[in-house]
């Protein structure tokens, strides 16, 4: 299945502690050994404006090892996981949908 991963830097504290928040982050971010063999990353982008926001593209059939390797940054950041699928996909599915409604309405 493929995967879009949002995340964002937690706020909230002085400007003085989300520097510190952020220098901790990229101390553990340095050391980290990435994702499992299981999920396969195909993007990795951040924003230009914000460099504490990213999204993550990456496919896996087990969707434990990415909610592993995720939590272990939940201190510094928020995650929104969502499912997605290519474009063509999405689209065929959407007509099948219309088609489907289609026919309980009629």
Do not use: Y
């Not at 991963?5 to 400007?15: D, F, I, N, P, S």
């Not at 699928?85 to 999405?90: E, I, L, P, R, S």
Request: with cysteine.
């Amino acid at each position: 299945m493929k995967f879009v991963l949002h995340w964002e830097t937690r706020q909230g504290a002085a400007g003085r502690d989300n520097l510190e928040d952020i220098k901790d982050l990229l101390t553990v971010f340095g050391k980290w050994e990435g994702f499992p063999e299981s999920v396969q990353t195909t993007e990795w982008v951040v924003s230009l404006t914000d460099t504490g926001t990213g999204w993550l593209v990456c496919t896996t059939d087990n969707s434990e090892d990415l909610m592993s390797a995720i939590a272990r940054f939940t201190p510094w950041l928020a995650f929104t996981l969502t499912p997605v699928m290519d474009v063509q996909a999405g689209a065929a599915l959407a007509g099948e949908s219309a088609g489907w409604i289609t026919q309980q309405l009629g």
